[in-house]
């Protein structure tokens, strides 16, 4: 595969870079080597389509918006196997996001059309406020390889239900996937320049370099709290409009009163899913001691039941995105181990040659231990067992993140008065999933600024205008 985007008339960049398949190390397609320069042409079409885009009667982008859902489902099958070629994720999880990335524009085609307002009469009279929401401008988006149709989906669909046009950034090792839906977009019939798509490996200057423009008027990232604040720090000298999808270290409790069978179905999902690469990815397992041993035992024997490798001989889990992600998972369990923690219970390595690491359950993880502070991002959980409520919430709520949480109890009121009480921006209650596009998805603390779907999905990408009229 090798892409270009836009199709231009002009010479395309003799500079191009190759993708690579994370599980068996060929390569999957080539794309071009964008450079600052590019990124300033397309933000001039993308500055360009603004005013037509965003005055655009809201019916008519609906319009174009339920045409890409319907898109993404005639192309399913294909994008999804595209998905599991560039990130390496089982064909599942690929049909899965796909779905999920369909699912955005559905619902931002249904909300485009309810742009609320309000108009009031001011409380000393004598004047009217109307109050408006206009589309944000120019957005910049920047998003992460491990979910690389969704993430691209849940900032496009709300930019364009807002009348907002978009220069995407893709991840760097997933670009083809991004260049796909840009397509979709425009078969659909979004006019030229209304997403704009930047392919390079240099994020830092070509990012850098977008969020100088006075044109951006908002940026829209996913990725690690790191990039993001330096991203933030860069969007402040502008005063940028800035949404922030951060890293994640999501605490799974099992309390004892809880349906064990599920919550182990639950755990497999919540651990597992993308292999373990999500930012919702269930990062620590808090077990209640009376019922540990139960747990990590049908837990485990699921974990050793796994099969890992590539997609395309249907594994249930592919690799890692890369050698520094295989390095950095070994050198943090390692960590552990030499704390005390012990390997119960892990999946062999397959033979192909990409960048596996195995499906690990460790026990016996002091609750000091370093693993349970940092975004693991691999397949690996560690158990830690727990007798007291109050010390299990200062452990939960003992870290710089605040993305999302998991509690399972047959006693709901219990699970939401502990889910209440956690530092999360979403909990999911005997389920393991807290994705939803009609609802606000994101954190507090350092796991982000904004939300993502709901409601407020479309609010990101507008501003608030008041208007005071002498009546
Ligand atoms: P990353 O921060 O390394 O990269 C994310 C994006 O930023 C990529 O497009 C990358 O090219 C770009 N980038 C990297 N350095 C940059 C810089 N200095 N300036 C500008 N752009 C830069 O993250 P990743 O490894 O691609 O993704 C994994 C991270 O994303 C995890 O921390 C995960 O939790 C997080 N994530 C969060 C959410 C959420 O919704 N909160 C969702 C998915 C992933």
């Known amino acids: 595969v090798t892409r270009a985007w836009p199709a231009r008339s002009g010479p395309a960049s003799e500079s191009t870079f190759d993708v690579i398949d994370p599980a068996t190390l060929e390569i ?59 990130n390496g994720k089982s064909l599942t999880d690929a049909v899965a996001e796909v779905t999920y990335a369909a699912d955005f524009f559905r619902w931002f085609s249904e909300e485009c059309v309810r742009s609320a307002g309000n108009y009031g009469e001011s409380p000393a009279g004598g004047s009217r406020s109307i109050i408006r929401h206009r589309p944000a401008g120019v957005a910049a988006l920047i998003t992460p390889w491990n979910f690389p149709v969704a993430m691209a989906a849940r900032k496009l669909a709300p930019a364009l239900a807002a009348g907002c046009t978009a220069v995407l950034k893709p991840a760097a090792e997933t670009p ?19 997403v704009e798509v930047i392919t390079t490996t240099d994020a830092p200057g070509v990012v850098a370099s977008l969020l100088g ?34 890293g994640g270290n999501a605490a799974f409790v099992v309390t004892e009163d809880a349906d064990l069978e599920r919550a182990v179905d639950g755990a497999m999902f919540a651990k597992f899913r993308n292999g373990g690469q999500a930012c919702t990815a269930a990062n ?62 892990r999946t062999k390595l397959p033979s192909a040659p990409g960048y596996f690491y195995p499906a690990t359950v460790l026990t016996h993880v002091p609750q000091s231990a370093a693993i349970l502070g940092e975004e693991l991002f691999g397949p690996v ?3 830690v067992t727990y007798s007291d ?25 219990r699970a939401i008065s502990l889910a209440e009480r956690v530092d999360a921006g979403m909990v999911a209650i005997n389920r393991a999933s807290v994705s939803d596009p009609s609802a606000p998805f994101g954190g507090v603390k350092q796991s982000g600024l904004g939300r993502e779907g709901g409601r407020e999905g479309i609010e990101a990408y507008q501003e608030t205008q008041f208007l005071s009229v002498a009546w």
């Open 176 to 194: 083809l996937s991004a260049l796909a839906l840009a397509d979709l977009i425009q078969e659909a019939g979004a006019p030229k320049g209304v």
């Open 284 to 345: 620590r397992f808090y077990v209640h001691e009376s019922v540990a041993a139960e747990f990590v035992a049908a837990f485990g024997e699921r974990v050793e039941r796994l099969v890992l490798g590539p997609a395309s001989e249907g594994a249930d889990i592919g690799p890692l995105i890369n050698q520094r992600a295989v390095d950095r998972v070994t050198a943090v369990v390692d960590g552990a181990l030499r704390e005390g923690a012990r390997v119960a219970h």
């Open 28 to 86: 999957v397609g080539t794309v071009q080597e964008h450079d600052r320069a590019f990124a300033h042409e397309a933000l001039d079409r993308a500055s360009a389509a603004l005013h037509a885009w965003g005055t655009t009667p809201p019916r008519d982008r609906s319009e174009i918006l339920r045409r890409v859902f319907e898109l993404l489902h005639r192309d399913r099958e294909s994008l999804a196997v595209l998905v599991c070629r560039e």
């Open 381 to 383: 959980a560690p158990v």
């Open 213 to 246: 423009d006075a044109r951006v008027r908002k940026i829209s990232f996913t990725g690690s709290t790191g990039v993001g604040r330096t991203l933030l720090r860069q969007a402040a000298d502008r005063v940028l409009n800035s949404s922030m999808e951060l």
């Open 389 to 413: 409520e109050t010390e299990l919430l200062e452990q939960i709520n003992g870290t710089e993140y605040g993305l999302a949480a998991y509690v399972y109890s047959r006693d709901t009121g």
